[in-house]
């Protein structure tokens, strides 16, 4: 009976910490179709300048990992990569050239590094997030054609890396009796009159057949605001990016 019992404890607490979710890992990679759109001025000793960007669909890859350990007072881990571009057309005074409709470039990598907290996790199917998010942005801006002091048709480039603290916030809920989810997250931080945001909503099936991992397919849609517009910046960056996107995911 001993025996019995004590078998018993042990499947009941093996179960009971397998429920619990104690570890995973996921991650994911996709494309992101998005289309940006906005403008780049500038304005200094009554010389202004203006980049218009092209609205022109771009597909952007991404990829994303999560890391979930069972020790409490250590946050677990999200890591994201996305890798944007666009193009437009520049007129007027900048600082350092001087355009007359001439073709540019944006390129833009980011690197999200989010320590975050479970607030639910997994309660009532239910799981919600909080953290904090250190997007670390490398740009790289180019003008074709321009005017560099005396000298026409150069061509200017510029590359710039900064890191952007932001707020996180994700919530999932998985529907009972399916391997559907639904999930949200969200990225904001606004100083001085600028405000930069990353949204994304998104809808993923698990494919549960194998034993050890999990692949699963993702669709959903992404919006990223960037408006920087202090008093103390004689640029004015307004462009936003927004589209849907899909991808593979997998999980351990």
Known sequence: MKKIILSFVSTALVATFANAD??????????????????????????????????KE????????????????????????????????????????TASNNPTSLKMKQFD??????????????????????????????AQGVTIGTLASQN??????????????????????????????????????STISDMRAKVDYTLDFFPVVQPALEIGYRTQKIDIASSDVKSVINIEYSGLYAGLMLRF
């Open 22 to 55: 104690m570890s995973r890992v996921e991650m994911g990679a996709g494309v992101w179709m998005q289309t940006p759109k906005g403008d780049i001025t500038y304005s200094d000793n009554g010389g202004t300048g203006s980049d218009v960007v092209n609205e």
């Open 58 to 97: 771009e597909n952007s890859n991404y990829a994303w990992m999560l890391i979930k350990h069972p020790i409490p007072v250590l946050p677990n881990i999200r890591l994201e990569y996305v890798s944007l571009e666009s193009t437009g057309l520049a007129s007027g005074s900048f600082e350092d050239f």
């Open 113 to 142: 590094i989010i320590p975050y907290y479970n607030i639910l996790d997994n309660t009532g199917w239910t799981t919600l997030d909080i953290g904090l998010d250190a997007k670390v942005v490398s740009l790289d801006y180019a």
């Open 156 to 193: 200017y480039s510029d590359s710039v890396t900064i890191v952007v603290p932001m707020a996180y916030l994700r919530a999932r809920v998985e529907i009972p009796a399916t391997n559907i989810g639904l999930e949200a997250d969200a990225k904001y931080v606004t100083y001085d009159g």
